[in-house]
Nanobody, 126 residues
Framework: QVQLVESGGGLVQAGGSLRLSCVAPGRTISSYAMGWFRQAPGKGREFAVGIDWSGGTTYYSDSVKGRFTMSRDRAKNTVFLQMNSLKPEDTAVYYC???????????????????WGQGTQVTVSS
């Protein structure tokens, strides 16, 4: 079992930035593919961005492409989501997810991920 813990959410004005972090206390996540999903009120959980286990492949949804950047720091055993130019429609609970996969394919469906964090709230005011 891998426990994931997200942090970095908060309230920001439109056009602002936030950086989310995801760690796995006591476990290394270097061999896992990772993803960030988000869920707005009344909507389903949607894929935002994912990275393969090596960090060599990153895939962004059209809604965040060009504004969000996902990265992983193996030394810190952490994955990050840098969010710039935030919009009110980015308001959601953001979830970190891990997938036991060593391919270069980035999964975009929730069912393909094995472990999930509890989420961190991001609210963007207009």
């Amino acid at each position: 079992q891998v426990q994931l813990v997200e942090s970095g959410g908060g309230l920001v004005q439109a056009g602002g930035s936030l950086r989310l972090s995801c760690v796995a206390p006591g476990r290394t996540i270097s061999s896992y593919a990772m993803g960030w999903f988000r869920q707005a009120p009344g909507k389903g959980r949607e894929f935002a961005v994912g990275i393969d286990w090596s960090g060599g492949t990153t895939y962004y949804s059209d809604s965040v492409k060009g504004r969000f950047t996902m990265s992983r720091d193996r030394a810190k055993n952490t994955v990050f989501l840098q969010m710039n130019s935030l919009k009110p429609e980015d308001t959601a609970v953001y979830y970190c997810a891990a997938r036991s996969d060593r391919s270069r394919v980035v999964a975009t469906n929730t069912g393909e991920y094995d472990y999930w964090g509890q989420g961190t709230q991001v609210t963007v005011s207009s």
